[in-house]
C-alpha cells in the first residue's frame, strides 16, 4: 500500500516548457487536490477534483490545468512554465470532500523553472 | 478575510525537553482545526483533528488544545526527541455549507530538536 506517490520527484525547465506532473493513489479515494508550496506561505489550493469526471479550480489556477484520468490517477499540466510557478507541488487525496475528511499528501514534486 | 498565523515562526529545543507551538485564526464560519506534521522534503501527515466543542485531544507525546472563543489553538510537545523535528502546520476549515468546508494554511512553525 503506497499511499499516495508523484513522478517526477524533480524537475528543471526552461521558460516557456511544458510538463505533466504525475499523482496516483491506491486508498480507492475519491477525491484528489493539488497544491502548491511556496517559502514563507501556507499550502495554497490549486484544483482539486471531488470525485472520477469532475475537477474544480482552487485558489491559485491560473497556469494550470488538470486532468482526472480515472479514479486512481489526478494530473497537473503546465502549459508554458514561468518562473513564478517555481515550487513544490503536492498531491493529496482522501476518501470524499467532506472537511472532517483527512487529507494524505504525496512526497512532493520539486520544479525549477529557470 | 479568514487567516491562520502561527507562532513562532522557527524553534530550537533541546531533546527531552517539552514546548508549544501556537496558531490564531480569524476563521469563519469555523468548521474544525488539524495540526500537520511535516518532515523536510515530505508531504504534510495529520496528527489531530479538533471541533468546535473539544477543548483537549492528544495523540502520544502531542497534545492540540482549542479555544474557539479566543480562536487559538497549540500544539504542545512533550519530552520531544530528535524525530520530532520537522515543520507543524496548523490548517483550519471554513464552513461553507453541508459537510463541505475550504482549508486556510497555517505557513507552518519550523521545529529543530537539538541532542
Known amino acids: 500500500n503506497a499511499g499516495v506517490t508523484q513522478t517526477p520527484k524533480f524537475q528543471v525547465l526552461k521558460t516557456g516548457q511544458s510538463m505533466t506532473l504525475q499523482c496516483a493513489q491506491d486508498?480507492?479515494?475519491?477525491?484528489m487536490y493539488w497544491y502548491r508550496q511556496d517559502p514563507g506561505m501556507g499550502l495554497r489550493l490549486i484544483y482539486y477534483?471531488?470525485?472520477?469526471?469532475?475537477?474544480d479550480k482552487g485558489e491559485v489556477p491560473n497556469g494550470y490545468n488538470v486532468s482526472r484520468l480515472n479514479k486512481r490517477e489526478f494530473s497537473l499540466r503546465l502549459e508554458s512554465a514561468a518562473p513564478s510557478q517555481t515550487s513544490v507541488y503536492f498531491c493529496?487525496?482522501?476518501?470524499?470532500?467532506?472537511?472532517?475528511?483527512?487529507?494524505?499528501f504525496g512526497p512532493g514534486t520539486r520544479l525549477l523553472v529557470l | 478575510k479568514n487567516q491562520v498565523e502561527q507562532s513562532p515562526q522557527s524553534l530550537i529545543i533541546l531533546e527531552g525537553k517539552n514546548c508549544t507551538l501556537q496558531c490564531n485564526y480569524t476563521v469563519s464560519p469555523f468548521s474544525n482545526l488539524r495540526w500537520y506534521k511535516q518532515d523536510t522534503g515530505r508531504g504534510p501527515v495529520s496528527l489531530t483533528i479538533m471541533t468546535f466543542s473539544e477543548n483537549t485531544k492528544s495523540n502520544g507525546r502531542y497534545t492540540a488544545t482549542l479555544d474557539a472563543d479566543t480562536k487559538q489553538s497549540s500544539l504542545h510537545i512533550t519530552a520531544s526527541q530528535l524525530s520530532d523535528s520537522a515543520s507543524y502546520i496548523c490548517v483550519v476549515s471554513a464552513w461553507k455549507g453541508g459537510s463541505q468546508g475550504n482549508l486556510i494554511f497555517g505557513k507552518g512553525t519550523k521545529l529543530s530538536v537539538k541532542p
Open positions: 493529496a487525496s482522501s476518501a470524499g470532500t467532506s472537511t472532517w475528511e483527512t487529507q494524505y
Open positions: 477534483s471531488a470525485s472520477e469526471g469532475t475537477t
Open positions: 486508498m480507492n479515494h475519491n477525491s
